[in-house]
């Protein structure tokens, strides 16, 4: 399962970032010595036989928003189907799609570019760049609508958006 996580500032985009988790070799976690259980001391410091890992943000690209002010909440459904943007009056839906769904989108594209290639007249034989068939940030979670209310809209709770 791949994890996304966007990000909000006063700028009128929101970051797309992919988090890739690395892990180190993994060990027993039972207790070990000067007191420490999971690999956890008492004291709160990590012991020499705890598993290490990393996450790396690997930035995917922007969304553009259409609201000029500075987000104020940004939030998922239940489901994490839907994204919601809050700023000032204007609330910004987006659709996160499942893999299903973005595996449609890479089998589309992948189609466009070897129709693309037949009609140039290269060679459909050779192998299709990763990079261009690799999803934006935009095609993972495109735009859903906006609702714009006369007052400033306080705070958002996202129902579960059916699957």
Do not use: H, W
């Amino acid at each position: 399962m791949e994890t996304r996580l966007v990000s909000a500032s006063s700028d009128r985009e929101l970051l797309v970032f992919r988090i890739l988790r690395e892990e180190g070799e993994e060990e027993e976690g039972g207790e070990g010595e000067g007191g420490s259980v999971g690999g956890k001391r008492k004291d709160g410091e990590m012991s020499d036989n705890q598993s290490m890992s990393q996450v790396l943000c690997e930035v995917m690209g922007s969304l553009s928003r259409q609201g000029r002010e500075r987000v104020t909440q940004l939030t998922s459904g239940g489901s994490g189907r839907l994204l919601g943007c809050l700023s000032g009056r204007l609330l910004e839906l987006y659709l996160v799609r499942s893999g299903e769904e973005r595996e449609r989108v890479r089998r589309r594209k992948k189609k466009k570019v070897q129709k693309k290639k037949k009609m140039a007249g290269e060679d459909e034989s050779g192998q299709l760049d990763e990079a261009s068939l690799s999803l934006t940030a935009a095609e993972e979670i495109p735009f859903l609508t906006s609702i714009s209310s006369r007052d400033k809209i306080r705070s958002l709770y996202l129902l579960r958006y059916p699957p």
